[in-house]
């Protein structure tokens, strides 16, 4: 009902030429407007044997209503650790991310979120929790919920009044799910004792919204002061206080597209690395398949699952990026520096590949072969990583470790005449290695 009344509403604004907004590109002489293009989009999520049933519905109503019509089928994963309603929701919005439009308007009303704000109160969930949906998430969202602030019996009126039919979800009457309980257990009874109840939670839901905006504000700013590239330094973290400190790092991680265990097991943790002297120890889990954050040294750290991947060889010019799976990727980015790797020679097999045993680097001519385990000590490279860290090697001799060290022998060197390309202009004659992990 909520879909249909939302598609019918903007489409009534179509027919008033309401629907346009001024082009980008327009020509500033002739004041040209284009109107935005309606469409709609279905999402088959294959979870109900009448899923079929709903797409071709779908299909006769834009018909009908001459809106274009576009539907996608996604595979859920039913086994999901998160669960059926977030393994369906992340293979939703990833159907929708993938539309190329400039806006998406979602059905939501404010009954959907007074729902939300409830079960996240009753998840002991905080502000950010409490803010539930946003009507437009930020400048940079496509996603926008017009309706949000519209009661769930105002859209029963409307669709009423226009004669509208649709379909309802045989899945909402599924006591299994929490807020189905919510709706049908719980949701009269509390409206019959507070009618404002809908309109109040959603008037909350904005104000917390407010104070989450405020607490990532101070967390923004606590940032400069203790980050360490893709780190956070403790000693810089243990002078804030100590609410601040948890604000930090659940902003922190979130920034990372993680998501945080309980504030309990937050705060005791951090407590722990408080007083604990083995540290590196410590492990805050943030999940199944999930990174974990660790400490090491005076870094705060985000820490994969154990990793691996294949390596990857060639002959000739380096690839522009080489792809490592849930590792990340390496890239190759063109350089003239001291240390950047020498161009290929004939011949060379080169090669990308995870550290190995025994593994060794000559990093200058006097010092010989040192071992690449005391590279990485001396990088402050924490444990969990040296064993995924990529090396580049060369028939077989280590090359380069990553962002990190590169052997003296193969590194770009003063010339007494400069290097040109054919048209002329100084030619670059090396390229320096560029890890970026999957989870940072």
Known sequence: MDSTVLLHALVELRSQGLLQAGSDHADADDGAMRR???????????????????????????????????????????????????????????????????????????????ETVLLQLLRGGGPHGLA??????????????????????????????????????ESND???????????????????A????????ARAAGLQADAAF????????????????????????????????????????????????????????????????????????LGPHQPSLRRYRDLLCIAPEALVWDACSWTGGPPTEIHLGASGSVRF???DDADAVRAP??????????????????LSPRSGHVSLKNVMQHAAVPPWLREVWPMLTCDNEVVAVAGIATAFAYRVRATPDAVTAPDGAPQVRGVQLQWKPAWL
């Open 345 to 362: 020679q004939r011949g060379e097999v080169w090669t990308l590949r995870p550290r190995q045993a025994g593994d060794r680097i000559a």
């Open 132 to 169: 539930a949906m946003p009507a437009h998430a930020d400048v940079d969202s496509r996603y926008l919920r017009p309706l949000l602030t519209v009661s769930h019996q105002e859209i029963r009126d409307y669709a009423a009044r226009n004669q509208l039919e649709w379909i309802d979800d």
């Open 333 to 335: 980015e063109p350089s």
């Open 174 to 192: 599924d006591a299994r799910f929490a807020r189905n309980r919510l709706r049908h257990r719980v949701w009269a009874g509390l409206t019959a």
């Open 36 to 114: 935005r293009q309606l469409a709609a989009h279905h999402v088959h999520h294959g979870l109900s044997p009448n899923a079929d049933e709903w797409a071709a519905h779908c299909a006769r109503v834009c018909a009908e209503w001459e809106v274009a019509f576009t539907a996608s089928r996604v595979d859920v994963d039913r086994k999901s650790a998160s669960g059926l309603e977030a393994a369906a929701r992340a293979a939703r919005y990833a159907a929708l991310d993938a539309q190329a439009c400039d806006r998406i308007l979602l059905a939501h009303h404010a009954r959907d979120q007074a």
């Open 194 to 201: 507070f009618p404002s109840a809908e309109r109040a939670m």
């Open 214 to 285: 405020l607490l990532d504000e101070l967390a923004r700013v606590d940032l400069a002061q203790c980050r360490d590239g893709d780190a956070l330094r403790w000693s810089a973290l243990q002078a804030l206080p100590r609410r601040r400190r948890a604000n930090l790092v659940r902003y922190w991680v979130r920034c990372h597209g993680l998501t945080m265990p309980p504030e309990r097991r937050l705060d005791d943790w951090l407590r722990q690395l408080d007083c604990g002297r083995d540290t590196q120890r410590m492990v805050l889990s």
